[in-house]
């Protein structure tokens, strides 16, 4: 088993496609493909189910690759902890963000990052907020970008930001997607796609709670781990989604995404964002990092 065959399972399951998961690695999908069948043989197991359309993990794969993470994770660490004693001290600021904020936050308030501090090198790290969490309280990040828990560990400082907008993810061909808007009544009869709730309870619990809000129980049409995920089964007519706004900008061709008339409360809680960090711990370029943010906070919301 080799660091390079767990990158790339890695990227399969960020990108739920061979080709996209290849590109991003730099590498010719023939390779690519040698690396996760020489993994999945030397383990003597199946990682990954394989359609025409679609690539998804086992449970076994799913398992795995969460630790298989943790291992790239390490290994990277020590490698950046010895070039750093080798080379000197690096300004290098290690920030975890959820999908949504990666794909939509950090694409504008990194430039920014930069034009002020360019002498700041910034490691992005894209993970659910169950998983961010205890990579900062080991040190392993430096800051996040995550859902707020419902219990925050008393060891971590939060600092909340906005509420992202909730919109509905259909296919551009549904009946309801040359609307501006939609209702939850709209929603009532419509076959649904939601997270795990074990993984992502903030956006599981937000289509949930909106359905019985309105006097509704949800249709739960597939369960999907990844946003990515969802809004590719969007695309095939599995069913819709609640989803925040910035997972528009997720590269999904064949879907729509139509605004969510009467956000209440609990839209609000579910898509909340706070910015956290070890408590008690001094770092020059976090807080730098920080003062952008807040500098740009209100502009930020605005396209959330």
């Not at 490698?79 to 990666?102: N, P």
């Amino acid at each position: 088993m080799e660091l390079r065959q767990l990158r790339c399972l890695i990227a399969v399951a960020e990108t739920q496609h061979f080709g996209r998961a290849a590109q991003k690695l730099g590498m010719l999908p023939a390779s690519f493909g040698r690396h996760i069948k020489l993994l999945e043989e030397g383990l003597g197991g199946q990682l990954l189910v394989r359609t025409t359309r679609h690539v998804a993990l086992t449970d076994a794969g799913r398992e795995f690759v969460a630790q298989a993470r943790d291992l790239v994770e390490q290994a990277d660490q020590m490698e950046r902890t010895f070039r750093e004693g080798t080379h000197g001290k690096s300004r290098i600021l290690r920030i975890g963000a959820i999908d949504s904020a990666a794909a939509g936050l950090m694409p504008q308030l990194l430039p920014k990052v930069r034009e002020t501090y360019p002498e700041i090198d910034v490691e992005l790290l894209e993970q659910k907020t169950i998983r961010l969490l205890p990579r900062l309280l080991s040190g392993r990040l430096d800051i996040a970008i995550v859902r707020p828990p419902d219990a925050p560990d008393s060891r971590l400082d939060f600092l909340p930001l906005f509420s992202e907008t909730a919109v509905v993810a259909m296919p551009e061909d549904h009946r309801l997607a040359k609307r501006k808007a939609v209702s939850v009544t709209d929603l009532a009869d419509e076959p649904l796609i939601v997270p795990d709730r074990g993984s992502r309870p903030h956006s599981h619990d937000l289509t949930i709670k909106l359905l019985l809000e309105a006097g509704y129980t949800a249709r739960i049409a597939q369960i999907a781990e990844e946003k990515q995920t969802i809004v590719s089964l969007v695309s095939t007519g599995v069913g819709l989604a609640v989803v925040p706004k910035w997972a528009s900008r997720l590269a999904v061709g064949g879907v729509s995404f139509v605004t969510l008339n009467g956000s209440t409360d609990i839209a609000k809680q579910s898509l909340a964002l706070s910015a956290v960090w070890l408590k008690e711990t001094r770092h020059e370029s976090r807080d730098a990092f920080l003062r952008v943010l807040q500098e740009n906070l209100l502009e930020l919301s605005r396209t959330a």
